[in-house]
């Protein structure tokens, strides 16, 4: 999350936004995004409907497995990859939509 922080200033050349999602509830989520500075929404507990697996388990506890996913304006899923995020393949493939128009500058490229 703290590597999207110091990137938004480059997903915003691209009409890129960045929205976290996590399964912590949300006074966990308030804490955990002010001790980061976080200052892009955070969502939380919508993994399911992410496709995100939970059903890998640690001493009972259920992992959350990190995912970036990007969506073009449409709405359709462009891009995803498991594991901590490679922020150049990021700005490289938002780069891409952007010129392609995938990504919609008057909804901050959102869908």
Do not use: C
């Amino acid at each position: 999350m703290e590597g999207h922080e110091r990137n938004l200033y480059l997903y915003e050349r691209f009409n890129a936004r960045v929205l976290g999602v996590t399964r912590d509830d949300v006074i966990t989520l308030k804490y955990w995004a002010k001790n980061l500075d976080l200052t892009f929404p955070i969502l939380s507990n919508i993994t399911s409907f992410l496709g995100v697996s939970v059903d890998a388990q640690v001493e009972g506890r259920a992992i959350f497995s990190r995912r970036t996913i990007i969506i073009d304006k449409t709405g359709i899923i462009r891009y995803v990859r498991d594991g901590s995020p490679n922020f150049r393949d990021i700005l490289l493939f938002l780069k891409k939509l952007n010129q392609e128009g995938r990504l919609d500058p008057t909804t901050g490229g959102k869908p």
